[in-house]
């Protein structure tokens, strides 16, 4: 089976779960049970095995769905250029700056990076008028951008390109960045 076809397979009133994760140095493997979705007096029990795996929340949980995506906020740090910026004069109000990027950091990227993982100027920063800004995917550098307009004078300087080519797999709220994903069934019950 593979991993577009479990996904689908997949949904809330199976009784879905992650119930092992697995770490060593070769592979990455999440466990998953559900009740059979043709024969619903039976579990089936699956592993996920990951490859490359850059970052992961996965944890014994239940289970209700199954995605995979190749553009996700998640994804930005490990496929797209990063960009540093750089401002050098005092914005007129450095607290209702950071507002407002509160807002639109929060409309791009939700949940799921929060604000100091990219912004790097406080408001004491702010007040000195000068210093790093941000660092992050160019996605979020330009939405900074685009929030600081001409509130201060600014600076962008390119970094580096990761290696790319990462995709998500979502299970709920839990998620594994990887370059690949394959599904192991194991009939025999055992599920490690």
């Known amino acids: 089976m593979t991993f577009e ?4 397979a997949i949904y809330e009133d199976l009784n879905g779960q992650i119930a092992t994760v697995a770490r060593d140095r070769e592979r990455y493997s999440v466990f ?11 579990r089936r029990r699956f592993e996920l095995l990951f490859e490359e795996v850059q970052e992961s929340t996965a944890t014994p949980s239940c289970l209700s769905s199954l995605q995979s995506a190749s553009d996700h906020p998640l994804l930005w740090n490990h496929n797209d250029e990063h960009l540093t910026m750089y401002f050098s ?5 450095p607290l209702e700056l950071l ?5 639109a950091h929060s409309l791009l990227l939700g949940v799921w990076r929060p604000l100091s993982d990219y912004l790097h100027a406080g408001s004491a920063l702010m007040q000195q008028g000068y210093g790093q800004f941000a660092q992050g995917p160019r996605r979020v550098i330009e939405e900074y ?3 600081v307009g001409d509130q201060c004078r600014y600076s962008i300087i390119h970094g580096h390109t990761p290696k790319g080519g990462y995709r ?7 998620y594994v960045v990887c370059r690949r994903v394959s599904v192991v069934e194991h009939a025999d019950g055992h599920t490690g």
């Not at 076809?5 to 689908?8: A, D, T, V």
């Not at 998953?32 to 039976?42: G, K, T």
């Not at 507002?99 to 807002?103: A, D, F, I, M, R």
């Open 145 to 147: 951008v685009h929030v």
């Open 5 to 8: 076809e479990l996904s689908e």
């Open 89 to 93: 004069s005092v914005p007129a109000s």
């Open 32 to 42: 998953v049970e559900c009740d059979d979705w043709q024969q619903h007096d039976r």
């Open 99 to 103: 507002g407002q990027l509160y807002e």
């Open 168 to 174: 998500i797999v979502l299970l709920d709220e839990c």
